[in-house]
């Protein structure tokens, strides 16, 4: 199908920093890899100061997940942003082998899957996109019998935890995981 053009026109233009490579929007704002710029935060809902610059590095792609920005980043690698509060953006980074020019996420709890365009390869990134709760030995978001027979197989000594397991398994919060906890 052929579409004239001459009945389109642009209605507006907000500047940003750098060179605008890519953009994703969620509700009032827009998400905009802005290349040296880093990523621009654009304010939809307020003409009068729309634009909010986050130096993430070279921003080439963007791909909006839940409260999750995450960010092509060239030679840095991916940037991962939470935009829970966007007037308080966190910044995370993790690096790649090559130079991020397009990332696309799907997200499942308890991890979102990330896909980096990586220069010569395709990298693939677990991105965890919550908060254990205590008791969450399993670390999938959700306490369950499961994470009790974790910690009961553990008190038993037929399984081994990580730090990280052990302070998730210590619900009491006495240092010490015993049966009372799995209960």
Same mark, same amino acid.
């Given at each position: 199908a052929m &579409?004239?053009?001459s009945?389109?026109s642009?209605?507006e233009?907000?500047?940003t920093?750098? #060179?605008?490579?890519?953009v994703?929007?969620?509700? *009032?704002y827009?998400?905009?890899?802005? *290349?040296?710029?880093?990523? $621009?935060?654009?304010n939809? =809902?307020?003409p009068?100061h729309p634009?909010?610059q986050?130096?993430?590095g070279?921003?080439?792609?963007?791909?909006i &997940?839940?409260? #999750?920005?995450?960010?092509?980043?060239?030679?840095r690698g991916?940037?991962?942003v *939470?935009?829970s509060?966007?007037a308080?953006p966190?910044?995370?980074?993790?690096?790649?082998?090559g130079w991020a020019?397009?990332?696309f996420a799907?997200? $499942? %709890?308890?991890?979102? %899957?990330? #896909?980096?365009?990586d220069q010569? =390869?395709?990298?693939?990134?677990?991105?965890?996109?919550?908060?254990s709760?205590?008791g969450d030995?399993s670390?999938?978001?959700?306490v369950?019998?499961y994470?009790? =027979? %974790?910690i009961?197989? #553990?008190?038993?000594?037929?399984?081994s935890l990580?730090?990280e397991?052990?302070g998730?398994a210590?619900? =009491?919060?006495n240092t010490?995981?015993s049966?009372?906890? $799995?209960?």
């Open positions: &579409v004239n053009l009945t389109h642009v209605d233009q907000i500047p920093d750098g #060179y605008a490579f890519g994703d929007v969620n509700g *009032d827009a998400y905009v890899a802005d *290349d040296g710029g880093g990523l $621009a935060i654009v939809l =809902s307020d009068m634009v909010e986050i130096p993430t070279n921003a080439f792609g963007i791909h &997940v839940g409260n #999750y920005a995450y960010v092509a980043n060239y030679d991916l940037a991962v *939470d935009i509060d966007p308080y966190i910044v995370d980074t993790i690096d790649t082998t020019y397009g990332v799907e997200s $499942a %709890l308890p991890h979102a %899957l990330v #896909y980096v365009a010569y =390869s395709l990298a693939i990134i677990k991105h965890i996109t919550c908060d709760p205590l030995v670390r999938n978001c959700v369950s019998a994470d009790a =027979s %974790l009961l197989q #553990y008190v038993v000594g037929i399984i990580d730090d397991q052990k998730l210590d619900v =009491s919060g010490t995981i049966a009372y906890d $799995a209960a």
